[in-house]
């Protein structure tokens, strides 16, 4: 069993940007950071692998995301850099113990965090 402790969402500026965090208890192959903005299906965002490093970004983030781990800490961090107000929306991370599909699969993960709330103004 893993657990997941998201931190660091918040309410911003379109332009702003936010640095969120998921501390995890134990192994994960892979993190992957999922977004539900209201009325809308859960997304994929982005995600890491935790031994290669690998790292994974839906399309639409056209680069404007970044993700990072610190294997000491276990905590894995999304960067978020100008922010748009379509990108407000309830962020979850998620951990599978092993590769099971692709990142985006929702499926595949077994651990879920609570969320936290991003909120982009205009």
């Known amino acids: 069993q893993v657990q997941l402790v998201e931190s660091g969402g918040g309410s911003v500026q379109a332009g702003g940007s936010l640095r969120l965090s998921c501390a995890a208890s134990g192994y994960y192959h892979t993190l992957g950071w999922f977004r539900q903005a209201p009325a809308k299906e859960r997304e994929g965002v982005a995600a890491i692998s935790r031994d290669l490093g690998n790292t994974y970004f839906a399309d639409s983030m056209n680069g404007r995301f970044t993700v990072s781990q610190d294997k000491v800490k276990n905590t894995v961090y999304l960067q978020m850099d100008n922010l748009k107000p379509e990108d407000t929306a309830m962020y979850y991370c998620?951990?599978?113990?092993?590769?099971?599909?692709?990142?985006?699969?929702?499926?595949?993960?077994?651990?879920w965090g609570q969320g936290t709330q991003v909120t982009v103004s205009s």
């Open positions: 998620a951990a599978r113990a092993r590769w099971s599909g692709p990142w985006y699969a929702q499926d595949t993960y077994n651990y």
